[in-house]
């Protein structure tokens, strides 16, 4: 039977500027949602999760409305089948059986590594060849149907473009990708804030708005567009600008191999989404803080923001015990239960190959 996995991401800098034409560095991680397929007789996509209550059966020609599909996480299953059916695929029957240790609501992409893994199953059920920017598109339009959530191009292109021991520097543009080394020296920790958040019920979707209605009344395309001359008095475009500035920075300094760059970059990307973009939260904002008292060369944010997961550059001879320090102070502050784990950069989606 047909195995496919497709990792989730941590986001290390380039907040909020994917819809923007922006770039970004991202990585895809060690952490994936896997996806094996049965063949089925009838025309009908089912699915079963490993983690999540409930068998999803939407017809295989994408007729059935993804928002209106039951139990509520099929709503993924059936935007997938919808997007794939008008872009041809055959309607071809398959059971899905997925399982994923992606946290959901951390800020990891575990919706766009779930529509991505199922996309890569249906192509395969049916024949049909998605790959590489087009995949990562099929599976960015899957989410914008079946949830309503206007994300941009990150997640899905980090999923399937990912390698392993790199980040990948994104032009969210042309979608050229470059895979940069992470240091050796380095380890990329990821800090859940015990704050869950659900895209949907956050306002990200209207900070896009206010921050796409200001490249309108520029007259530009997209805020990759301005100059920060342009955008100096204008919080939301100020953030875009100089986050987009900062990303370039940061991969220059990875490429480089120029290490104390990197942490004031990301703590001045947190600064900026905290101050200029407003998403962030107060625990958040404790956890960066405590994350560099106890060492990081910087913390941020990573994801949408509201809640959700922080990540820390880290010695790698101290990523443990710089892990346990901002943790225990960081629930002594506010009272919540973080998780933490040093993740590492995996490679893109694809199939399983018998382990
Ligand atoms: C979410 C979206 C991405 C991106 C980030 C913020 O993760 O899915 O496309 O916009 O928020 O950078």
Redesign the pocket.
């Known amino acids: 039977m047909p195995e496919f996995r497709a990792p989730g991401r941590v986001?290390l800098i380039?907040?909020?500027?994917?819809?923007h034409d922006g770039w970004?560095v991202s990585m895809a991680i060690d952490r994936d949602v896997r996806v094996v397929a049965h063949a089925r007789t009838d025309a009908r996509v089912t699915a079963r999760s490993h983690e999540l209550e409930g068998e999803v059966s939407v017809a295989a020609d994408g007729s059935d409305d993804p928002p209106a599909t039951q139990p509520r996480w099929g709503r993924a299953v059936a935007g997938v089948t919808r997007v794939l059916a008008d872009l041809g695929r055959a309607p071809v029957g398959v059971a899905l059986d997925t399982r994923s240790d992606v946290p959901i609501g951390a800020?990891l992409?575990s919706s766009?590594a779930f529509e991505v893994a199922c996309m890569l199953a249906l192509c395969d059920a049916a024949r049909f060849v998605l790959g590489g920017a087009d995949l990562a598109r099929a599976a960015q339009r899957s989410?914008h149907v079946a949830t309503g959530?206007p994300?941009?191009?990150?997640?899905q292109m980090a999923s399937v473009l990912g390698r392993a021991d790199h980040a990948i520097f994104l032009d969210c543009r042309t979608l050229a990708v470059e895979h940069v080394p992470v240091p050796e020296e380095l380890r990329v920790l990821v800090v859940h804030s015990g704050v869950p958040r659900e895209?949907e019920q956050t306002p990200?979707a209207q900070r896009?708005a206010e921050s796409q209605a200001v490249a309108a009344r520029l007259g530009l395309p997209a805020l990759r567009d301005a100059s920060f001359d342009q955008v100096r008095d204008i919080p939301r475009g100020r953030h875009a600008v100089t986050e987009m500035q900062r990303v370039r920075d940061f991969a220059r300094a990875l490429r480089e191999h120029d290490l104390d760059a990197l942490g004031p970059l990301m703590l001045a990307s947190h600064a900026s989404s905290r101050d200029d973009m407003e998403v962030s939260i107060p625990e958040l904002d404790v956890l960066v803080d405590e994350l560099v008292r106890a060492g990081a060369l910087g913390a941020r944010l990573t994801?949408?923001?509201f809640g959700g997961c922080v990540v820390a550059l880290v010695p790698a001879a101290d990523a443990e015990t710089i892990a346990q320090r901002a943790t225990g102070a960081y629930r002594t502050r506010t009272a919540r239960e973080p998780s933490a784990w040093i993740t590492r950069a995996a490679d893109g989606a694809g199939p399983v190959s018998g382990e």
């Open positions: 986001n380039g907040g909020q500027v994917d819809y970004v800020g992409s766009a989410e959530v994300c941009g191009i990150q997640d895209l990200y896009r994801g949408a923001g």
